[in-house]
Structures are given as C-alpha cells and as structure tokens.
T-cell receptor
C-alpha cells in the first residue's frame, strides 16, 4: 500500500518552462489537494478536488492548473514557471467526514525555478 | 475554519513529556481539533484529533478544555525523533469537503 506518491522528488526549471507534478494515491480517497510550502511558512492550499471531474481553487491558485480525470491521479501543471514558484509542493488525499487519517500527505516535490 | 495560536518554539528533554498548547478561542461547535506534525523535509503526518473529549492513541494524547477554547497535545515520553513542527488545526468535519488551513505551528526541539 503506497499511500500518496509524488513524482519527481526534485526538479529544476528555467523561467518560462512548463512542467507537470504528478500525484497518485491508491487508497480510493475522494478528496485530493495540492499545497505549497515556502521556507519558514506553513502549507498553503493551491487547488483541490472533491472527486473525478471536479476541481476548485484554494488560497494561492494563480500560475497553476489542475485536472482530475481519475480518482487516483491529481496532476499539478505549471504553465510558465516563475522564480516565485520555487517551493516544496505537497499532495494530499482524504476521505469525507471523520477519519483517523483525515489527510495523508505525499513526501513532496522540491521545485527550483531559475 | 477557526484560527489557532501556538507558541513558535518549545524545548523538551528526551524522555520527558512534551506539552504543546494551542488556543482556538473562536472554535465552532462542529469544528474538530486536529494535530499534525512535520519532520524536516517530509510531508505532514496526522497525529490525533478530537471534538470535545480527551483522546489518546499510540502517538499522543489530546486534552481539550471544557469550553473547547484551547487544547494541549501531550507526547508522554519525547524522543529525539519527535523533533518536528507541530500544527494545531481546527476543521469542520461533516459530509462535505473541508480544507486544512495550516499556521506556522510550534517547532519542538527534543534534546538529549
């Protein structure tokens, strides 16, 4: 049981390049979300999804796109990377209502934009 | 979701109990108190949650005051591996989706 898997673990991009951060979960969780974490800060919500085909914006959505074609996968797309998007990105999944885990987080993708 | 207030840092000696406080004076009746921790460079890890009763699991105990305006996370015998940032979060739990809103948390340093 892998939980939440994020790839790649590290990435360096040049300004203006595009890329997709991958997130997959094998727990059949309905909810998935993307957070970013900047140095010394807590996590901030970028986008989230309550099920396949349904996505919505979080606190800091600008510069990012998401889609949810399957329950398992929730990729995060950077269309034109900027240095301000240098951060650590975490994907999380959860189930509705109460639950022991609430949210299960991946191990993160460390992105540097130069 | 209600805001929480936590001290920015705390120290604890290895083997002693670590008591991490959290104020959530504006908590609503349908909001639970959740605790997560983040060990350096890793994703946050769920620890425990509760509504109004005290809770205990294999990792920690959660003490919630009767008025629910504050809580304390207790690590009964802290180890060096418990050094992490601890986040107290209040969150509505029901049939629909609710987000986790992270503050800056408390950096707990466990020393030998």
């Amino acid at each position: 049981n892998a939980g939440v898997t994020q790839t790649p673990k590290f990435q360096v991009l040049k300004t203006g390049q595009s890329m997709t951060l991958q997130c997959a979960q094998d727990m059949n969780h309905e909810y998935m979300s993307w957070y970013r974490q900047d140095p010394g800060m807590g996590l901030r919500l970028i986008h989230y999804s309550v099920g396949a085909g349904i996505t919505d914006q979080g606190e800091v959505p600008n510069g990012y796109n998401v889609s949810r074609s399957t329950t398992e996968d929730f990729p995060l797309r950077l269309l034109s990377a900027a240095p301000s998007q240098t951060s650590v990105y975490f994907c999380a999944s959860s189930t509705p209502g109460q639950g022991r885990a609430g949210y299960t987080f991946g191990s993160g993708t460390r992105l540097t934009v130069v | 979701d209600a805001k929480t207030t936590q001290p920015p840092s705390m120290d604890c000696a290895e083997g002693r109990a670590a008591n991490l406080p959290c104020n959530h004076s504006t908590i609503s009746g349908n909001e639970y108190v959740y605790w997560y921790r983040q060990i350096h460079s890793q994703g946050p890890q769920y620890i425990i949650h509760g509504l109004k009763n005290n809770e205990t699991n294999e990792m920690a105990s959660l003490i919630i005051t009767e008025d629910r305006k504050s809580s304390t996370l207790i690590l009964p015998h802290a180890t060096l591996r418990d050094t992490a940032v601890y986040y107290c979060i209040v969150r509505v739990v029901g049939s629909g989706y609710s987000t986790l809103t992270f503050g800056k948390g408390t950096m707990l340093l466990v020393s030998p």
